[in-house]
């Protein structure tokens, strides 16, 4: 992926512009965008037909939302490629390890509330279950980065200590929680700095 940032004023305040570019998918973020891809496409031309605000950008759903006080923000959501993870790994159980595991109950948290990975006695993978363990959790570091903040945690730890019944448990919990969205609000929090700790 390239990337181009520029500073730009903005009457009293400042931003940066960025352009992202992937393969041949060109993510253009500045206050007038028009202008940006019509310069560009003087050097490389654009479908203009497809020329528009953001639908999906590398598997992740964009969303123009609206807060209760007015303000426009981007959302994202993940949940088409966590839904395709989730019927990928039904049909692995199915073919691979039916008499072992199901993926059928419905849980509500990423870890069941009992468990601890560094005392999980389960037996060890055999060879060829180990690298789809591996493929497994390079999918759940995907959905991180793609906005699934619920799940970090449990992931890091699987990474430490794997367990394959557990590492499916989480996605027993994406498949009844597979719509959630992160919103990408642009103001900036009200911070007392009086209430902060001094540090040194």
């Known amino acids: 992926m390239k990337v181009c940032v520029q500073e730009t004023k903005n009457g ?10 992937y393969i041949d998918d ?13 310069q560009m496409d003087k050097y490389f031309p654009l479908k203009l037909d497809l020329v528009s605000e953001p639908e999906v950008y590398l598997g992740v759903k964009l969303k123009l939302m609206q807060f209760e006080n007015g303000v426009w923000a981007w959302g994202l959501s993940p949940s088409k490629y966590v839904q395709e993870a ?12 039916l008499k072992l595991y199901e993926l059928t109950r419905l ?27 591996q493929s497994l959790l390079g999918i759940y570091l995907w959905m991180i980065e793609l906005g699934r903040i619920d799940i970090p945690i449990e992931v890091s730890m699987l990474l430490s200590h794997g367990h394959l019944e557990t590492a499916l448990h989480i996605m ?8 959630l969205h992160l919103c990408m609000d642009p103001a900036y929090p009200a911070i007392d700095s009086t209430q902060l700790p001094i540090c040194g």
């Open 12 to 21: 009293p305040g400042k931003y940066d512009s960025y352009i992202l570019i």
């Open 86 to 97: 989730i019927c990928n790994s039904k049909k692995y159980v199915e073919e691979n390890l």
């Open 107 to 133: 849980v509500l948290n990423p870890f069941p509330t009992d468990y601890w990975p560094e005392l999980d006695t389960s037996p060890e993978l055999l060879p060829k279950h180990t690298s789809n363990y």
């Open 26 to 38: 060109i993510l253009c973020i500045h206050d007038d965008p028009d202008s940006i891809l019509t």
């Open 172 to 179: 027993l919990y994406l498949s009844l929680h597979h719509n």
